[in-house]
């Protein structure tokens, strides 16, 4: 059995489920889809992408993530079931979860990974940056079981695969202790998420201080997208982690990814490349990130993208929208 398991019902689970159903098929075994949630709300949702099997595990105390609880539960299900490979998104949940859940089994975990497959023998094959993002690492556990990996969201595609014999069976759940004392701080968010953005507007140190990269918003809030950054801006504190895409960030594959002011670096490429169109800016025509750009524009950063600021903002005004 394959199990992919997360606390939410959303674009990742649709991406591990639809890669896991190739998977399963290969490897002729049963795919299994683990909620853990205080809602079964839209679960049928799931059925339209091939599981055999949904298991529900429904308890208030799943309403926001805590170790123990989803801990506590999702070894209970994995002794129950035996599955051979477990998966999870790269999530907060899945990179806290998956790590304990792998050690309380006592076998190992693969994160952040960029590819699966399955040999002929069963056995999951990881795929993932390594040194920095200059090689790609394919992980085998010949022996342990289960398997365990996390998956960084968006590098699979969606693909539907209806089933009309799914099995949805909810799991009694008991009284669920925890030590953990839970303070929530909600983040300061502007425009779109960035992992649901269909457009970025992406910045790099090439728009030369802080205080320029207040346009790259503008012009997010006017094609309603979000905003993205390099490693290095982050580095110089001119915006959060939240907005670093790359190795050490966020992987994202929006419809257009607009590159300003970056230069190309692998572990950067690693979070965006499968980006459906790629715009790069860039006053460097040799810098990397035009090899992989789809249009290359040799010019100043800020001030390309002042100019469609100013003529986007125009527009608006003609339209009255």
Same mark, same amino acid.
């Given at each position: 059995?394959?199990?992919?398991? *997360? ?19 290969? $490897? ?8 853990? +949630? ?8 799931? &059925? @339209? ?8 595990? !429904? ?42 859940? /792998?050690?309380?089994? @006592?076998?190992?975990?693969? $994160? ?10 069963? *056995?999951?094959?990881?795929? @993932? ?19 365990? =990996?996390?998956?960084?969201?968006? #590098? ?28 929530? #701080?909600?983040?300061?968010? =502007? ?5 649901? =953005? ?13 205080? *320029?990269?207040? %346009? $790259?918003?503008?012009? /997010?809030?006017? !094609? ?8 290095? %801006?982050?580095? =110089? ?14 992987? #994202? ?5 607009? $590159?300003?002011?970056?230069?190309? &670096? ?8 499968? +980006? ?5 800016? *860039? ?17 100043? /950063?800020?001030? !390309?993208? +002042? ?6 903002? @125009? ?7």
């Amino acid at each position: 059995m394959i199990l992919v398991l *997360n606390n939410k019902i959303d674009h990742s689970s649709f991406e591990l489920l639809s890669k896991a159903r190739k998977l399963a098929d290969k $490897a002729s075994m049963k795919l299994a889809f683990l909620l853990m +949630s205080n809602s079964k709300k839209d679960v049928q949702q799931l &059925a @339209r992408f091939g599981p055999d099997m949904v298991i529900l595990a !429904v308890h208030e105390k799943f309403n926001r993530f805590s170790l123990d609880p989803f801990l506590s539960t999702a070894k209970k299900i994995l002794a129950k079931y035996s599955p051979s490979i477990v998966l999870a998104p790269a999530t907060t949940f899945g990179r806290t979860l998956m790590p304990a859940l /792998a050690a309380s089994f @006592r076998t190992g975990l693969t $994160a952040d990974c960029t590819e699966l497959d399955v040999d002929e023998k069963g *056995n999951l094959l990881q795929t @993932r940056p390594a040194i920095g993002g200059n090689v790609m690492a394919t992980i085998v556990t010949p022996t342990h079981r289960p398997q365990m =990996a996390t998956v960084r969201p968006g #590098v699979f595609e969606i693909v539907e695969h209806r089933k009309d014999d799914v099995q949805f069976i909810e799991e009694r759940i008991e009284d669920l202790s925890d030590r953990c004392q839970l303070i929530s #701080v909600e983040p300061k968010q =502007a425009g779109a998420r960035l992992e649901d =953005a269909k457009i970025i507007v992406s910045v790099g140190k090439g728009l030369r201080k802080k205080e *320029n990269v207040e %346009v $790259a918003f503008k012009l /997010a809030s006017l !094609v309603k997208g979000a905003v993205g950054a390099s490693r290095a %801006v982050v580095d =110089a504190r001119w915006l959060s982690h939240d907005h670093q895409v790359g190795l050490s960030g966020k992987t #994202v594959k929006p419809r257009i990814y607009i $590159a300003a002011g970056i230069s190309g &670096a692998v572990q950067h490429l690693a979070g965006m490349q499968t +980006s459906e169109i790629i715009v790069a800016i *860039n006053k460097d025509r040799y810098a990397p990130i035009f090899k992989v750009a789809d249009i290359g524009i040799v010019a100043d /950063a800020y001030w !390309v993208l +002042s100019e469609l600021v100013q003529r986007l903002g @125009r527009e608006n005004d003609e339209s009255g929208g």
